[in-house]
């Protein structure tokens, strides 16, 4: 498979998926960076284990759905708990996502060495890493055959997760971006005004799990945390207004997203030359 057909079959899905999985990453990680909160993506990315692996007990399926409702629930418990110990324990918030996303880390592991955990398969290189090259997109052959909506149907479906996924978050930014912007600046000054702060960090971290959730199949847990980061603090070095901030790590996200997979270890550009 070459020209054009293996550009539109192997390389455009690839490109897709790791471009929305950065676009929606960025997004969610301008609100962690100005809490201070950048290791939260690392935190949800290890602690999603247990989650995954409940999923596959309570479905008795390796299924796409039970398994990330499974990693969504614990990612919203890791939130919680990461929010008790810094509290309860009065330690600053990098150590309480260290105690929590570590502990729940080895939860996940126990359960998959007891029982019918044991029939999960989990490669170690996937879950750091992920699976761009196996996104792949059989249903176009040429460009014109872009233009039928049933090709489209057959897009995969990482891309599909990635980019719903992608236009949710931006949505829900755009549409609370008020309260986003006060509680990330002033959280104190946000309860006085009736907007509940600790409900909108809840937002961030239920975001920031389903941001990288999705993300998580297609490129691993290591570039979640860096999509998560790089983007935000990109743009923060730039700026210090918050609207430009977003649109400049959407640009950073995007370049980064397409330029990334140009420089794929298979030595392949994109549309289908060889690097010399």
Known sequence: MGGMTGFLSIDLPAILAATFACLSCALVGNFLVLRRQSLMGDAVSHAVLPGIVAGFLVAGTRDTFPMLAGALVAALVAGVLIELVRRLGKVEAGAAMGVVFTGMFALGVVLIEQGAARAVDLDADCVLYGQLEAVLWFGPTDLSSLADPAVWSTLPRQVVQVAVVFFLCLALIVLFFKELRLVSFDPALADTLGIPAGLVQHGIVALTAIAAIAAFEAVGSILVIAMLICPPATARL???????????????????????????????????????
């Open 238 to 276: 730039l700026t210090d207004d918050l609207k430009a901030q977003v649109a400049l790590s959407l640009l950073v996200g995007g370049i980064t997203g397409v330029g990334g997979m140009s420089w794929a270890p298979s030595g392949r550009w994109p549309w289908g030359l060889r690097r010399r």
